[in-house]
């Protein structure tokens, strides 16, 4: 069995079987291999047509020339030579693993799985195994379309908030219809510490007709304040409704719910639709829209309650090499309107909001990945606030920092940093916050 390297993520290893020249036959395995090996499939797949009648059937061209082909979308012929190698070498895992991705890619997810495991079966390095795995949660994701596939997960962890209740940090403000004051010690800021629990399970059932199929999911995230427990909260979200896929494109029509409960009373209730539309003609590229429609009840603040509605777009980038980057980002836009029509809902839900987010996820291990995220939202309200003699106005800016460790597959450890700022123009609105959390996450699938 040749030995196995790092270079199988990326499917580099040289054989060295014998390869016969002719007089006229200027081809050069080294050299082939050697284009390969440094990411320059497009022309290792070039180079590789000019000599692939005379020397098809070698081992070392196979292999090289089947992988190069494969990352050219010709994964047809790549696999044809892959399985060309594996016929006279059976042990060459190097040529195994990428096979199995060329059956994943055929969308072949039994035979890919199979190839998967028989490499995982030689105990491959650590970044090897990593990579499996990714292949092996998408083989299961994709398997949704045609059987009942559920995923969950539980996290438990603690942490400290700097600011529990989003208040002003200076007590003193400026009110031109009352002039120069101070705020009450329970308006500003108050810090805490906490624990939190959260779980989630997403169950996706296929119909009888093809491509056609019934989603749904279920989300309880609650937190609880050591020093500020009028502030202990209860979020339970539901969603569900009916997926098409069609070629490239996954459609979703559904409806939502929620329920927001702080200090054991309910707070905030939400309702409404949604649809998504998702495109990935390119494994590496995904490009999303969605539109959400909601109705928000606050059930002792009834001039609060109003509908939303927001549309945006977003893009999925998945990029090769080191740290094997991701970047993701969206934009969006978007109207609230109060269902009383009095100054007072206008001046609390009257508004339009437009923001965005960019944010990118780095492999630094096979067990250590690295999210990073940057929001912006900008919210401008229609009705005049009397007190201000101003339309309140908010940019509201969210960074996240995200580190989780793998301890096996399905265990692992996430410490998080999420920092907060709020510009207003009316002083009472404008906080920072600062949040840290070590948890424990446990999926299942």
């Not at 199988?8 to 050069?28: C, E």
């Not at 040529?95 to 997810?109: D, I, V």
């Not at 309200?381 to 940019?395: G, H, K, P, Q, T």
Request: glycine share 10%.
């Amino acid at each position: 069995m040749l030995p196995l390297r790092l270079r199988l993520i990326l499917a580099g290893l040289l054989l060295t079987a014998g390869t016969a020249f002719s007089a006229d036959d200027d081809y050069d395995e080294a050299r082939l291999c050697e284009l390969f090996r440094q990411g320059h499939s497009d022309q290792a797949w070039a180079y590789g047509r000019k000599y692939r009648d005379r020397h098809e059937g070698e081992p070392g061209f196979d292999y090289c020339y089947g992988a190069a082909a494969i990352d050219m979308g010709q994964v047809g012929e790549g696999v044809f030579a892959l399985e060309r190698v594996l016929l006279t070498d059976p042990d060459n895992l190097a040529a195994r693993l990428e096979l199995a991705r060329g059956y994943f890619l055929l969308e072949e997810y039994a035979r890919a799985r199979d190839e998967f495991q028989r490499v995982l079966a030689a105990n491959p390095p650590p970044a090897v195994v990593a990579n499996i795995e990714r292949y092996l949660r998408a083989i299961r994701l994709q398997e949704g379309r045609y059987l009942t596939t559920a995923k969950s997960y539980l996290q438990l962890g603690g942490g400290y908030d700097d600011n529990v209740n989003s208040g002003p940090d200076d007590r003193s403000v400026y009110i031109p219809a009352l002039g120069a004051g101070l705020l009450s010690a329970s308006a500003l800021s108050h810090p805490s510490p906490f624990a939190s629990l959260s779980g989630a399970v997403r169950v996706t059932s296929p119909l009888n007709s093809p491509g056609w199929a019934l989603y749904g999911g279920v989300l309880a995230d609650a937190r609880w304040y050591s020093e500020e427990p009028d502030f202990n909260y209860l979020t339970l979200s539901a969603r569900g409704g009916i997926e098409r896929r069609r070629n490239y494109h996954r459609f979703r029509l559904g409806a939502l719910g929620q329920t927001y409960r702080l200090d054991n009373s309910t707070y905030r209730n939400l309702g409404g639709l949604e649809g998504e539309w998702k495109y990935q003609r390119d494994p590496r590229r995904q490009w999303q829209a969605f539109a959400q429609l909601t109705r928000l009840q606050y059930p002792d603040q009834a001039e609060r309650d109003s509908y939303s509605g927001t549309l945006g777009l977003g893009l999925t980038h998945n990029f090769r090499g080191r740290l094997s980057p991701i970047l993701f980002g969206n934009a969006y836009l978007g109207k609230e309107t109060p269902i009383q029509d009095n100054p007072v809902s206008r001046l609390l839900a009257d508004r339009i909001f437009v923001g965005g987010m960019l944010g990118s996820q780095l492999t630094l291990h096979p067990q250590f990945a690295l999210t990073a995220r940057l929001s912006l939202s900008k919210d401008r309200y229609a009705e005049e606030d009397l007190l201000f003699l101003d339309r309140r106005s908010d940019l509201l800016g969210l960074a996240d920092l995200e580190l989780r460790w793998l301890l096996d597959r399905r265990w692992s450890v996430v410490g998080a940093v999420n920092y907060t700022r709020n510009d207003s123009n009316l002083d009472i609105y404008d906080y920072d916050r600062l949040q840290g959390s070590l948890n424990l996450r446990l999926d299942f699938d």
